[in-house]
Every structure is written in structure tokens, then in C-alpha cells.
């Protein structure tokens, strides 16, 4: 929290006057009470602000009447030369302003304090990642407020492409409606559910999560936002704030396919030798109108790569959730050792043949784990 002093500050040094409480008020010479700043500037995450004060020609027995304005200032504690205002972190994206009036008996005008809160902390989450690899990872959740509750999760950034939302309001409801579907199916309230789910998603304070199983290459949204329960209903304390992170392709295995065809009518007879590579392969038929395909000549980009490495991933973590076994799908969907394929074909288009090594360890979903090779139907 930061606080500009408008003013120079008060000397220390006042006339005997100020400690001196009048039993009866002089009003030739009435109390006057003297502030070290009249005017504050506080960030968006607000806080306590002592204001400093001085009263000379005090009266026995009466103190100062301190009331705002605005329902985001609250007076606090009066002391004896010192006066607390508590400024409420601000939710709204622009500035605001607001004052308090000082007041103190027969003294001849009240005092105005006025105060200028900025926007609202738009970052009040700091992410740390740690043991990257192509499909795990570790995140540090780091809050500004260690007291408060919050949500430390990531997902896979194609949900907002499939999903349609496009803004934080929208997905922060889908998320807690979600939530709450499953909490009525199990009997629970959203609070109670949020309690118990597993793993842990709210935290307070700084929060160490390890993310296993995420797809090579794809890029995830690291995402926090503060929110608190309270049966059924919730109240989102903090904006949400985000952080992009991409998750690099593994290593890729020197696999050289080498691919021979024909070609009668319309039917394409494949013959595929994988070389040394003893495991499972992906074999893509793709024709001309596909976003994989690639003129003669050409090579795949890293781009073009890693759409197709996702496709494959995704059509094998459709299987898996459907009950399949990752060798299950690689037996169904792939090929092993010198293989054999036809094909009917559209005379009136160009096709490409993609060929790439796969893997699955210790039963996790199937990755790419080779370059594509290429080669052209003619």
C-alpha cells in the first residue's frame, strides 16, 4: 500500500496551548485542529492509513467526530494524536473518490481529507513454475493476502476456444456452476463440496500444486482468483488473474519410415517399413483441403506439428475415457513392424501419407514421439 503526503509535515514542536484542556471556550480564540495531510492517494489493494492530528485550544472532556462519505472509507479508532481510516481494496476498474469530515466542538469549520483510490489490483497473484517437463509440471501459487481464500488451478486453454467464453465473469460462473452440479448430485452444498474435493483447489496462503498427465506441446492457463463459500452461494473477492503456460514437445526419437505405394482405380495399396523402430505408429491419410496438408517440397511447422500431435493425443485420451486401455487404442488405432494398407481414394484430389512413431509410458495417454515423415500419393 502506498500513501502520498500532500503537505510538508507537522512540526513537532506546538504552543503549550495544545496540552492545555480549557474548561471554557474562548470564542475569540476557538480550537483548531491541525492534520499532517489533507489529501491521500491509496493503491487498489486499500488498508489501514493513519492520519496524524493537533489540537490547540482543546476542550476538556470532547474529542473529534471523524464520518465518510463513501462506504469504502470506514473510520477507525481515534487516538489522542492519531486517527485510523480503513480504505476497502477496490473492485472496480477505474479510479474512485471519496473524503472524510473532521469534526471537533466550536471549532469554526470541519475539515475535509480527501482520498483517491486507484484501480483495482489487477494482479494480485503471482505464479511460479518449476519442473517443466512435456506433460508435467509444478506451479507456486503466490497471494498478495495470505489470509484469503482462493482458487490455485489450471486448464487446458483450447476450453475457452471450444467454449466460447470470453471473459473472466463468464468463466468463473461456468467453473462454480459446475461445481455446484456436482455438489447436488452428491447431496453436498457447493461449500461443503469445495471442502472436501480432491485434489485441493481453494488455498490460503502460498499453495504448491504438481500437475501430471498434461498433453505435449498444448498450452494451459495458470489461473487464481479469490472466492468464498457460504452454502450454496459464493462471492468472487478478486478479480481473476492468469498466466500462459506452454508445455514443450518431448524430444523426438530418430524414426525414418520409409513408405512405397500403388495405385488401381481408385484404390491405394500402402506398404510401410518403420526401419529400426520396433514400437507403434500413426499412419494419416490426408487429402489436399486438410489443414495438415502441405505442398511437395514443403515440411510441416512446429505449428502444423503440434495440431497434429494434439489431435492424436485428443482422439486417444477420448478412448482412454471411455475405457480403453492406452495400448488398447495403440492396437486398434496404430501399427507395428512392416505393415500393409488400401485404401479407396478420390480421383479428383491429392493425398498425403503422415507417418510418426508413438508411445505410451506406463500406461499414460499415446504421444508423438517422432518428426512425421511425409510422402505423396501419385
Not at 520396433?278 to 502441405?294: K, M
Amino acid at each position: 500500500m502506498r500513501i502520498f503526503r500532500q503537505l510538508l509535515p507537522l512540526l513537532l514542536v506546538f504552543c503549550s496551548s495544545l496540552f492545555f484542556a480549557c474548561e471554557k471556550v474562548d470564542v475569540t480564540n476557538p480550537p483548531v485542529v491541525v492534520l499532517d495531510c489533507y489529501e491521500l492517494n491509496v493503491d487498489g489493494g486499500g488498508g489501514d492509513i493513519a492520519l496524524f492530528y493537533a489540537v490547540s485550544n482543546a476542550i476538556k472532556g470532547e474529542h473529534l467526530t471523524v464520518k465518510s462519505n463513501v462506504d469504502w472509507i470506514k473510520p477507525g479508532e481515534i487516538g489522542s494524536s492519531k486517527i485510523i481510516l480503513h480504505v476497502e481494496s477496490s473492485n472496480i476498474s477505474e479510479e474512485r473518490f471519496g473524503f472524510v469530515t473532521i469534526s471537533y466542538p466550536y471549532m469554526e469549520d470541519d475539515i475535509k481529507v480527501y482520498i483517491l483510490q486507484d484501480k483495482q489490483l489487477l494482479n494480485q497473484y503471482r505464479f511460479e513454475i518449476s519442473d517443466l517437463t512435456y506433460n508435467s509440471c509444478s506451479v507456486s501459487y503466490i497471494p498478495s493476502d495470505e489470509n484469503r481464500p482462493y482458487m490455485a488451478n489450471i486448464i487446458d486453454f483450447e476450453y475457452f476456444k471450444q467454449s466460447g467464453i470470453s471473459d473472466e465473469r463468464m468463466f468463473i460462473e461456468a467453473e462454480m456452476n459446475n461445481y455446484l452440479a456436482l455438489a447436488q448430485r452428491n447431496n453436498m452444498s457447493l461449500e461443503e463440496l469445495m471442502q472436501r474435493v480432491s485434489p485441493q483447489l481453494i488455498f490460503r496462503g502460498v499453495a504448491e500444486r504438481q500437475f501430471v498427465g498434461m498433453q505435449p506441446g498444448a498450452t494451459y492457463l495458470v489461473y487464481s482468483y479469490g472466492v468464498e463459500f457460504n452454502g450454496n452461494s459464493y462471492d468472487v473477492t478478486t478479480p481473476l488473474h492468469s498466466m500462459r503456460l506452454e508445455l514443450p514437445m518431448p524430444s523426438m526419437y530418430d524414426v525414418k519410415f520409409s513408405v512405397y505405394s500403388s495405385i488401381s482405380g481408385n484404390v491405394a495399396s500402402l506398404s510401410i517399413d518403420p526401419g529400426s523402430w520396433s514400437g507403434y505408429y500413426s499412419v494419416q491419410i490426408v487429402p489436399e483441403d486438410s489443414i495438415y496438408y502441405v505442398e511437395q517440397g514443403s515440411y510441416l511447422s512446429d505449428k502444423e506439428i503440434k495440431a497434429l500431435a494434439s489431435m492424436f493425443y485428443t482422439n486417444a485420451r477420448k478412448a482412454m475415457s471411455s475405457g480403453a486401455s492406452a495400448e488398447q487404442f495403440m492396437r486398434s488405432s496404430c501399427y507395428t513392424g512392416f505393415s500393409q494398407i488400401s485404401l479407396p481414394l478420390d480421383n479428383a484430389r491429392r493425398y498425403m501419407v503422415i507417418v510418426f512413431a508413438v508411445e505410451s509410458k506406463n500406461g499414460e495417454v499415446p504421444i508423438m514421439r517422432s518428426v512425421p515423415s511425409l510422402y505423396y500419393l501419385s
